[in-house]
């Protein structure tokens, strides 16, 4: 009976162990996150004031087209194949399509 007590105990505390060490280490992921998010928010303010802004929806397909070098597909259509793909192996209870 004793050594059933002493295990119980002992799962106790290498749960209590590992539970610690699991915060610890999402403390850190999010602290590393919020530095490097921190340290990049100047360069992102930047481009986001010299960006000249295409509109996405409302606006022709063709002049959408070109004005993206790296694409033919206007951004509102890349975006919704993006989600739909993306999508495909997701599973949630109240799960809403990109559609």
Avoid at 52 to 58: K, Q, S, T, Y
């Amino acid at each position: 009976m004793q050594l059933k007590h002493k295990i119980a105990s002992e799962e106790h505390s290498i749960t209590i162990k590992l539970f610690y060490q699991y915060l610890y280490e999402e403390n850190q992921f999010y602290n590393n996150i919020s530095r490097y998010l921190s340290s990049k928010m100047p360069e992102i303010e930047q481009r986001l004031e010299n960006d000249d802004l295409i509109l996405l929806f409302g606006y022709d397909l063709i002049k959408q087209c070109s004005k993206r070098k790296d694409t033919l597909i206007a951004y509102p259509i890349e975006i919704c194949i993006r989600l739909l793909e993306n999508s495909l192996n997701e599973e949630s209870f109240f799960r809403i399509g990109p559609c």
